[in-house]
């Protein structure tokens, strides 16, 4: 499935499924991926004037991280689901 094809039911009935370190897991995930595309917004915003190799770089990899666990995370559910 499409990890961006996903219903709130679906994730719900994946994380009632999986075992209490399997939803730590999870969740640390989501946090991780929350983190980047957190970084991305700080440099966007002008805070980060000194990252390497540009300001616009940085938060641009930092974006992409971002997504990609965060698409990734939501994958780990829906194909449980």
């Given at each position: 499935?499409?990890?961006?094809?996903?219903?709130?039911?679906?994730?719900?009935?994946?994380l009632?499924?999986?075992?209490?370190?399997?939803?730590?897991?999870?969740?640390?995930?989501?946090?991780?991926?929350?983190?980047?595309?957190?970084?991305?917004?700080?440099?966007?915003?002008?805070?980060?004037?000194?990252a390497?190799?540009?300001?616009?770089?940085?938060?641009?990899?930092?974006?992409?991280?971002?997504?990609?666990?965060?698409?990734?995370?939501?994958?780990?559910?829906?194909?449980?689901?």
């Amino acid at each position: 499935m499409n990890a961006l094809a996903f219903r709130s039911a679906d994730v719900l009935a994946a994380l009632a499924q999986m075992d209490s370190d399997e939803r730590t897991e999870w969740v640390a995930l989501v946090k991780r991926a929350a983190a980047n595309l957190s970084n991305a917004e700080y440099a966007w915003a002008g805070n980060a004037p000194d990252a390497q190799p540009d300001p616009d770089t940085w938060a641009a990899n930092f974006f992409w991280l971002g997504t990609y666990q965060l698409a990734h995370a939501l994958e780990q559910v829906t194909q449980e689901a």
